[in-house]
T-cell receptor, first 112, second 117 residues
Framework: DQQVKQNSPSLSVQEGRISILNCDYT??????FLWYKKYPAEGPTFLISISSIKDKNEDGRFTVFLNKSAKHLSLRIVPSQPGDSAVYFC???????????FGTGTRLQVFP | DTGVSQNPRHKITKRGQNVTFRCDPI?????LYWYRQTLGQGPEFLTYFQNEAQLEKSRLLSDRFSAERPKGSFSTLEIQRTEQGDSAMYLC???????????????FGEGSRLTVL
């Protein structure tokens, strides 16, 4: 049972444009959502998070949007830079556990 | 370097052999997690510790897998009688439980890649 889904395995965006990565979830008990970025041969690194009581959180070029009614999460990167090229994982957690549930990832490629 | 350290980075073994991976978390972090990642998938939770106590184990963790954190610092993950299906990247992460505002933020190591021939 895939509780966190990233249906787009890859995304290609031109430098300077907007990247939007999407994530859907099924478990309504999730109360915190996170995005991680992973470069090859490295472990995932935390990027940005959002609590379920909010619908938007912004940090520099990165904004995460949460639509609870649709059980949908998205990450917006603007402007996109070549250094953003990586695999992005969304993840979720419930209040009564301490384990992150990850999606399958979306590979973002930002080309000049 | 004060990040999460994992050893070895890559292990090649023959089916049926035992392997052990070590994780040294960030020193002030009292929670330690093990995840497994296979090609094309996201990290899958295996188990986690708070200090030396193992608080949760995934059903993915068969009887051939055992994890320990004897002194609440480093942890080991042992796989006995390895199978080809065990081939994966084994990721360790640590965190310090605190303000819920940063709940869920894990600091990952670079992983230990296991190849079972």
């Amino acid at each position: 049972d895939q509780q966190v889904k990233q249906n787009s395995p890859s995304l290609s965006v031109q430098e300077g444009r907007i990247s939007i990565l999407n994530c859907d979830y099924t478990n309504s008990m999730f109360d915190y959502f996170l995005w991680y970025k992973k470069y090859p041969a490295e472990g995932p690194t935390f990027l940005i998070s959002i609590s379920s009581i909010k619908d938007k959180n912004e940090d520099g070029r990165f904004t995460v949007f949460l639509n609870k009614s649709a059980k949908h999460l998205s990450l917006r990167i603007v402007p996109s830079q070549p250094g953003d090229s990586a695999v992005y994982f969304c993840a979720a957690i419930t209040a009564n556990t301490d384990k992150l549930i990850f999606g399958t990832g979306t590979r973002l490629q930002v080309f000049p | 370097d004060t990040g999460v350290s994992q050893n070895p980075r890559h292990k090649i073994t023959k089916r049926g052999q035992n392997v052990t991976f070590r994780c040294d978390p960030i020193s002030e972090h009292n929670r330690l997690y093990w995840y497994r990642q296979t090609l094309g998938q996201g990290p899958e939770f295996l188990t986690y510790f708070q200090n030396e106590a193992q608080l949760e184990k995934s059903r993915l963790l068969s009887d051939r897998f055992s994890a320990e954190r004897p002194k609440g610092s480093f942890s080991t993950l042992e796989i006995q009688r390895t199978e080809q299906g065990d081939s994966a990247m084994y990721l360790c992460a640590s965190s310090f439980p605190g303000d819920r505002a940063v709940s869920g933020e894990l600091f990952f190591g670079e992983g230990s890649r296991l190849t079972v021939l």
